[in-house]
């Protein structure tokens, strides 16, 4: 399922000369967090003015260094705004580092009034400064990159806030990683909602895919109890289930975890988008099965099954239609992808790096793996969310 909604006005024709400039990308692996900085560094040396805002994306390995790389970087730079979180895995380019000790940087020449960081908020909107308030009130934002901390049950919330408060179009990911989630916002941030906020001046389109397709038509829930579907079309809901899966899943299953997926339309979306919810249990005796998200009676569902076949033909398709809407402006983009995709779901790491390759050419990418992706203001599970920049 592919979201090809534009968050922002169409890429155009650059006006100055800093909208003319290409991001610069640096990385690269090393036992320690020092050597990796100065790699990274030494890529960037003699950026320029026009230069005034970098991502910076690290591997988890580092995560208690994060204050000294993002210091030493600031100093070697010039760069004061910084965007960026620990990551279990980070990519750039078309190097893909796994799990290995790593920093993926990029350096973008937006407008200097053309975006606002934001430190970490965790409990509601409101916590935005009044500065910020300020900026987005004169500004009118309408994109934002945010990272969310997954230990923090109100995320999901904060993120649909602030894309309300802001009216902009957010994108993201929640960090993953197996310490510390230290996210990136100016300075070193964390346990809510961090990110950056970009006017209308800075040109960019996005895309979500979510690597699933239908194996049957949407039904209405016409019984449930919180996150229990009981009864799909005033039927038994595993009844209803099996038909929909075919003879040689419903003989078996056990065949269906991590395969087959319960997928929820999204009300008022005119894309056809849906959010993806796991199937946490099945009841064989009662016909009940049990998804990841509470539902009322009279929602929808529909199910849905993730291979790596649907994957590349879901990202292909969503990469197309992006490829169609910004041309041949593509300065610079940044790739959020799920932790379960990658290696886990196409059995080789680089192939989701090698099918961006085939649409955006040389621009410069990075990529970070995360819990959790985010799309116009929604908090997604199993998809690859891309934003490029003009």
Known sequence: MTDD???APALTTPATVADALPFKLAHAAADDWA????ACADQLNHLGPAYTFGFLYCSDHFAADVAKILNYLKQRTGLK???GSVATG???????YGDAPALAVMAAPFPSDGFK???AINRDADQLSADCR???AAA?????IVHGDPNNSETPRLVADLAQQSAGFLVGGLTASRGPCHQLAGRVTGGGVSGALFAPSVAVQTGLSQGCMPVGPSHIISDCVENVLIGLDGRRALDVFKEDIGDLLARDLSRVSGYIHAALPLQGCDTGDYMVRNLMAIDPVHGWLAIGERVAPGDRVVFVRRDPVAARDDLRTMLGKLRHRIGDSARGAIYFSCVARGANMF???GVELAILQECLGTTPVIGVSCAGEISNGRLYGYTGVLAVFG
């Open 134 to 136: 300020a900026w987005i």
């Open 347 to 349: 059995g080789a790491s």
């Open 117 to 119: 960081v934001f430190p």
């Open 140 to 144: 009118g934002p309408t994109f934002g």
């Open 5 to 7: 909604r534009v968050p």
């Open 90 to 96: 980070i990519a750039a380019g078309t190097r893909d």
């Open 35 to 38: 050597h990796a900085a100065q």
């Open 81 to 83: 705004a910084w965007l």
